[in-house]
């Protein structure tokens, strides 16, 4: 499956009543007419599949979903995630809080894709704004990692599309800060052993689309693997710094009651930790997804 940009910055679907608004040339868009909490038709889940597939991202304005409603929305596209470290919603447990009054969400604030340390990581995620910064603040930012893919040299794309790295579920919980009480630190064990470091190609083919995309981020990614440790650290740095570059991202101004769906397979993001004090309250629901692979074949081990 391939996608041509369009000329237009909106267009209508063809076979639905949404408007779609394009945020940048490579990743984002709102869809308008959209009502997240009324039944889903197979039509429409196709629908909004094939938009994900073209956007990267999608936003829907002030939904104002219940957790249940914001579960079930996300189940239409796989089976779901139970994250082992964030607390959830009561009653909904696939629906993870991340409350900056009650958590320590530095994680967040760097370019990462969700739960790479995992041998098969999330298709997706969506996100609903419960309670945002008074202040303002606060906005996510995401990247294109095809896009970052496309704009590597020929020599690059070629030399890091046979190799794998290292994907550490502790980068981002370290012991220091999930491990502060007995029952912290047990809980941190018992999940760090059920974690173990995973390896994915440093370069993902998309399951759906067969587009390339760079699959290492600073959230999780130790290093690569098989290569000097100097060769791992150089090439790290600068895949993360490329990734990073403005070119690649859309920004997301929110507003309560907002939802995001990613597909996590070939994008990064990054929370802006610019609103403190302030408390910002969001919920995501995670969706299961496959096994990494390669232009070589490569898959995690």
Known sequence: MTFTNSDLRSYRHN???WVVECLSPHIGAVVHGLDLAAPLSVPATQDIRELLLRHQVLFMREQMLTPHQHR??????????IHPVFPTVPEVPQAIVLDTAHNDLRDNALWHTDVTFSPTPPL??????RDLPRAGG???LW???????????????????GLTALHDFTRSFPLSRFGRTEGERAHWMETRNSHPPVEHPVIRVHPETGQRAIFVNEGFT??????EPEESAALLAFLFRHVARPEFHMRWSWREGDVAFWDNRITQHYAVDDYRPHRRVMHRVTIMGDRPFGPAGITAS
């Open 222 to 227: 130790v290093e690569i693997c098989d290569v």
């Open 72 to 81: 079930d929305f996300a189940s239409h596209f796989g089976a779901l995630h």
């Open 143 to 161: 990247a294109s990692a095809t896009a970052a893919y496309e704009a590597l040299s020929a020599p690059m794309k070629q030399h890091l599309e």
């Open 138 to 140: 606060g906005d996510t």
């Open 15 to 17: 076979r639905q009543d």
């Open 124 to 129: 997706g995620a969506v996100l609903v704004a």
